[in-house]
């Protein structure tokens, strides 16, 4: 295994991105219930969590979106570490795979597919059942934001995260970066 550039952090496994919300409920204290799921509309298809509180449906992206402030949905340099690792096996296993608009080479080990495609064929899968952006999903109580990291989603999603990991700030734990951060599914 490679020496892990994040600092101060231990190699671990990624966190369940489609995991649980956490939390104590709304703003109005009550507790969420799951009381549905739906067909979710998007291209990536899937089944979206439906909660009931007050009266409403909402997502379960919706509702932590509510709660969490954006500021604080971030990722850490680990993170960007393992989520690297996975878009490196979903190329390889064939579940992301080049389009008439990103025409990667799947045996491109430099550049990678780029964030359209990532985003299409990768996040938004396996974001779709919580609506929930990727970082949510692991740090579902967010994280302090120390970096604000800009980038086009043309460029290759290795070569973007070879980039910020070679980079990182040494006390720096959160990066704020738009398509890990942002739910994905949610018009907002």
């Known amino acids: 295994m490679a020496a892990n550039p994040c600092p101060s952090m231990e190699t671990g496994d990624v966190g369940a991105v489609t995991g649980d919300a956490g939390g ?14 739906t067909t979710n509309s998007s291209a990536s298809g899937g089944e979206a969590i439906l909660l009931q509180q007050s009266g409403t449906l909402v997502s379960l992206g919706s509702q932590v979106c509510a709660r969490i402030s954006p500021e604080r949905w971030c990722v850490t340099c680990q993170d960007l570490v393992d989520f690297q690792r996975i878009v490196r096996e979903a190329v390889r296993e064939g579940r992301v795979v080049p389009t008439a608009l990103d025409d990667f080479n799947p045996e491109d080990k430099v550049i990678g597919p780029n964030f359209y495609t990532i985003v299409d064929q990768l996040i938004k899968p396996m974001t779709a059942e919580t ?4 970082s949510l999903g692991l740090h579902p109580e967010g994280i302090d934001c120390d970096l604000f990291i800009t980038h086009a989603w043309v460029e290759g999603v290795y070569e973007f995260i070879d980039k910020v990991l070679a980079c990182w700030p040494k006390r720096a734990k959160g990066a704020w970066i738009c398509t890990l951060s942002m739910p994905q599914h949610l018009d907002i």
């Not at 104590?24 to 799921?37: L, R, Y």
């Not at 609506?131 to 990727?134: F, H, L, P, V, Y």
């Open 131 to 134: 609506q929930m952006s990727w």
């Open 24 to 37: 104590e409920g709304g703003s109005d204290g009550a507790v969420p219930e799951v009381v549905a799921t």
